[in-house]
């Protein structure tokens, strides 16, 4: 379900539930609690909701946020070339970040997304927030995505 909400300029926006399956939620939050007080930021992706072999009760189409991008992999390259090899081109529109000592909003030196998953202390739950920093409804599911392999 959508609920309607003010942009900046005073134009009516829909925002949509984010929804994300319970295993990345609890993996984003162990991963934020071992690496405090530094911050972790991480690239997410999804899986469409009609990829899941449990009923999410959602549209089909619906995006889930199901997967991570490891922050390493590439890493010399996107140090020297600002190039971010690590996440495949058109891929990874949402972030989960951690604020080991706060706030539970998005600052402006924040790496920002279409969807950021906020967390901070004492690791219990994500937030969801728009780029603009508009917090959005996070529902997660319980349902794990289907398994993924590489061609041979």
């Known amino acids: 379900m959508a609920r309607e909400s003010e942009t900046d300029d005073g134009v009516a926006a829909v925002e949509?539930?984010?929804?994300?399956?319970r295993g990345l939620v609890e993996m984003l939050l162990e991963r934020a609690s071992e690496a405090e007080p530094s911050s972790v930021n991480i690239v997410l992706d999804t899986t469409p909701a009609a990829d899941f072999e449990a009923n999410l009760d959602v549209d089909p189409s619906t995006p889930v946020l199901s997967h991570v991008y490891f922050p390493m992999a590439g890493r010399a390259v996107n140090d020297v070339?600002?190039?971010?090899?690590?996440?495949?081109?058109?891929?990874?529109?949402?972030?989960f970040l951690s604020h080991p000592q706060g706030p539970a909003e998005l600052t402006r030196r924040d790496d920002l997304a279409g969807v950021v998953l906020l967390a901070?202390?004492?690791?219990?739950?994500?937030?969801?927030?728009?780029?603009?920093?508009?917090?959005?409804?996070?529902?997660?599911?319980d349902a794990e995505p289907p398994v993924e392999s590489l061609p041979e």
């Open 16 to 21: 949509r539930p984010i929804h994300a399956t």
């Open 120 to 141: 901070v202390p004492p690791w219990e739950d994500c937030l969801a927030f728009d780029r603009r920093g508009r917090r959005l409804p996070l529902t997660v599911v």
């Open 81 to 95: 070339f600002g190039i971010d090899l690590g996440t495949p081109a058109g891929r990874g529109r949402a972030r």
